[in-house]
């Protein structure tokens, strides 16, 4: 039976990376982008298409997700683009006023608190039309104001109304090198972490800063567009379900795959990798020719370097795995598997924590059919590290920044939530420094009398380190 996944795509970067990720589904399971299944395409295939489609009275397959935005431009784009006829019109929510959230996580959230009932009522008609919903996945930004208030408003609603199923997200980072139009960049960020914390149960993390480095050094693209950007996160999102919709003997559903990469509920944020990359604008479509030779070993080694990750952390200078999986597509044996995974250890190229057993685990996942791929293997890293506290170090820093300036609160001082005070502030910012304490103590070989209560590690006044 399958165990379904609802998505839900909120915001301008949600919707974008949304649309990605079903021209990705779309063309590895032999779908048109009307939905109709392609005359090349078999039912009896092997694949689990009801993972993320249903079939409607037509037998056209429709995606089990959700469009959410308070501004128009981009979901109008979708449903004026070939896609059109993909979704269920009646899973599409733009705000009446069509004016967006301004950048301000708060009017994004109370946005949702005022639409409250129409967006449940969306949610709850998905869910109800599931035979055996696992959970949710949420595609979001955490720095403007509807995918990061809004995406938190929802977090916290279907937590209340879920607390059974799996809810994981995509979280797409700002790039913190960079000035950024949206000055209240820190505020939303620290807000939307609080209820990443707090009600996700798994968060897959990449940031901009490293999508535009892989970009340009991994796929020579000096300028990338968002398209092209967007993309590489859904190639990410594709593998991490490959092997829901192509079962294996082991992580075939989204329960075993994220049982085996969180230890510890606290520390359930995730960072990606992919190798060898390669950007098509067509899924379908023949790739340039920039072919090398792929084995295994090359694949596992590649997905350990730094240059290769969607997120800017430190993995080879600090820190320590908590959980590392590789999922490995293609023409792979367990022996090639095997010996590989020897040589890695024998290197030493991963350093795992100290109190627990940690390992590489490795997932082969069956590829489509449908796809060409021009190489041979191809991987995809899933990993629980502790360098990614660095990330939520360098937000905060930024955010206390602006914060002991009193900088730009009037807009959110205007929102109900922060009518009588700021405190909602200072709360987020202390589930943020416990996060940080979190991650930094499951490096230690005490951890385990840490969370007991019984030392103390990890001090709070080092949270941006």
Not at 158 to 170: E, G
Not at 237 to 255: C, E, F, I, K, V
Request: charged share 20%; proline share 5%.
């Amino acid at each position: 039976m399958p165990r379904e996944i609802i998505t839900l795509q909120v915001g301008q970067c949600g919707n974008q990376v949304g649309t990605e990720f079903w021209k990705q589904l779309c063309a590895e399971h032999g779908i048109r982008p009307d939905g109709i299944l392609e005359d090349y395409a078999s039912e009896a295939a092997g694949d689990r298409k009801d993972v993320f489609f249903y079939q409607a009275d037509d037998d056209h397959y429709i995606p089990r997700a959700l469009l959410i935005d308070l501004e128009p431009r981009v979901v109008q784009g979708v449903l004026n683009s070939a896609q059109a006829n993909l979704y269920n019109p009646e899973n599409v929510f733009i705000a009446p006023n069509g004016g967006g959230a301004g950048n301000n996580w708060a009017s994004g959230y109370h946005q949702g608190e005022q639409k409250e009932e129409e967006l449940m009522d969306m949610i709850d008609r998905e869910a109800d039309g599931s035979d055996s919903l696992e959970g949710f996945t949420l595609c979001h930004s955490i720095a403007g104001g509807t995918g990061s208030g809004l995406g938190s408003f929802l977090l916290e609603r279907l937590n209340d109304r879920f607390p059974k199923k799996l809810i994981q997200t995509y979280s797409v980072f700002p790039n913190q090198e960079e000035s950024s139009d949206v000055v209240v960049q820190p505020y939303n960020m620290i807000l939307t972490l609080k209820r990443l914390a707090l009600n996700a149960d798994a968060t897959v993390v990449l940031d901009n800063t490293a999508l535009n480095r892989v970009a340009a050094d991994r796929l020579h693209l000096p300028n990338p567009t968002f398209e092209q950007v967007n993309s590489l996160v859904a190639t990410v999102m594709a593998a991490s379900t490959s092997t829901l919709r192509y079962p294996g003997y082991m992580n075939n559903d989204l329960a075993g795959l994220l049982a085996s990469l969180i230890p510890t509920p606290a520390c359930h944020f995730l960072i990606t990798g992919y190798t060898p990359l390669t950007l098509l604008e067509d899924p379908r479509a023949e790739a340039a020719p920039s072919v090398r030779k792929t084995t295994v070993l090359d694949v596992m080694r590649r997905l350990l370097q730094a240059k290769n990750l969607m997120v800017s952390v430190p993995t080879a200078r600090s820190g320590v795995y908590l959980s590392l999986l590789n999922v490995i597509q293609g023409d792979v044996d367990a022996s090639q598997v095997h010996k590989s995974l020897q040589r890695i250890r024998e290197r030493q190229l991963a350093s795992f924590i100290p109190w627990g057993p940690a390992s590489i685990q490795v997932a082969l996942s069956r590829q489509s059919p449908y796809v060409a791929s021009q190489n041979r293997v191809r991987g995809l890293l899933l990993a629980n590290h502790t360098s990614v506290s660095t990330l939520f170090g360098r937000a905060l820093k930024t955010y206390d920044t602006m914060r002991k300036r009193n900088a730009y609160l009037d807009s959110y001082r205007k929102q109900p939530m922060f009518a009588d005070g700021l405190e909602e502030f200072d709360e987020a910012r202390s589930v943020v420094v416990d996060t940080i304490r979190e991650y930094k103590a499951a490096a230690d070989p005490n951890y385990v009398d840490w969370v007991m209560g019984e030392s103390d590690l990890a001090d709070p006044r080092n949270a941006y380190a």
